[in-house]
């Protein structure tokens, strides 16, 4: 246990003596960034640790050059395109637990930036929110992560989210605890009411016999704005888990709305239902989670998923990125 900002921890054994460590390193050029990260991946190799890293494709390229250089890269190590497989942060979650259970008796290490500089304002709620569940989710297994922030790029707002997310900072070579930090407090700054659009169209799921005639509207509606056909069966999939969810569990109707938001096509559901765990679709529910699966395959196939919860009702917002259709051939 770290007791005091003091008390700083090592990046060598001292590690492995803990639990869930959750850390930041809020980096001030691509040098240290490189250096830090190599050398961390570097260690946990060598401590026979599975590691996952998961970064935007430039620093990507650059990562896997260093640790080639150095020899490096090993049957344990895992290197993603963040912007493939976190571009939803709400789906990141479920990654990082699959990497988890794949080594059941090996501690990992998980380097994610999901906070890459380019991300749109509701993206970043959305790292937030996933920084600050990731707390609750991984406490007790055997995993250290590292988040990567580019203090150059990012704004001071961004940054300050990062030490109220993140228990444990790097510094120096070593783990110091933040004096910032609040998940809680960042979680409900998170979950903030999220605008509708005026212009949308809306159809209201009453029962379960609405929802094939609400699946044909939304195809109906995506044809007439020209989504891709992969698309069309996205946005199907997509409103039938957000609608079936609501009918499963609020007494109430469920409003589907659906509208253009520049590159996405965004499916609204809003109901009288209250989200009370927020990491439900986070995580694989496996087979017996009917409800649970269908938020797990909202998350796995949506771009972003923005939720506004209170006492009184819930709003969930799915953005798809917009892929046109390439209209008939032959």
């Known amino acids: 246990m770290i007791e005091s900002e003091s008390a700083g921890v090592t990046a060598g054994t001292e590690i492995g003596k803990l639990g869930f460590v959750h850390s930041a390193l809020i980096y001030q050029s691509q040098q240290e960034y490189l250096d830090f990260v190599t050398r961390f991946v570097s260690d946990g190799l060598a401590m026979d640790e599975a590691v996952l890293v998961a970064v935007p494709s430039d620093k990507l390229a650059l990562l896997h050059d260093a640790l080639r250089a150095g020899s490096e890269l090993s049957a344990d190590l895992r290197m993603v395109d963040i912007a493939e497989v976190g571009r939803n942060p709400s789906r990141f979650m479920a990654m990082e637990g699959s990497f988890v259970d794949d080594h059941p008796d090996q501690r990992v290490r998980i380097v994610s930036q999901l906070a890459w500089p380019g991300r749109t304002e509701e993206e970043l709620v959305a790292c937030v929110e996933h920084e600050a569940l990731v707390n609750g989710a991984m406490d007790g297994y055997q995993v250290t992560g590292l ?25 120096g070579g070593a783990l110091q605890c933040s004096a910032d930090y609040a998940p809680d407090a960042a979680l409900q700054r998170c979950n903030r009411p999220l605008p509708g659009n005026p212009g949308a169209v809306t159809y209201l799921v009453s029962k379960s016999a609405d929802l094939s005639p609400a699946r044909s509207f939304a195809v109906n509606y995506a044809g007439w704005v020209g989504l891709s056909q992969d698309g069309i069966e996205d946005l199907q999939l997509v409103a039938t888990e957000l609608a079936s969810n609501s009918l499963m569990y609020t007494d109430g109707a469920c409003q589907l709305a659906f509208w253009r938001d520049d590159d996405y096509l965004v499916c609204e559901a809003r109901d009288t239902g209250c989200f009370e765990d927020p990491l439900v679709g986070r995580l694989d529910p496996g087979p017996c989670g009917p409800a649970s699966r269908g938020l797990y395959l909202v998350n796995a196939i949506s771009d972003l998923v923005r939720t506004h919860t209170t006492t009184s009702g819930t709003t969930i917002q799915a953005y798809l990125r917009f892929d046109p259709s390439a209209g008939p051939t032959g």
């Open 147 to 171: 988040c990567l922030y580019d203090a150059s790029r990012l704004d001071d707002d961004v940054l300050a989210d990062a030490h109220a997310t993140h228990p444990l900072l790097w510094s």
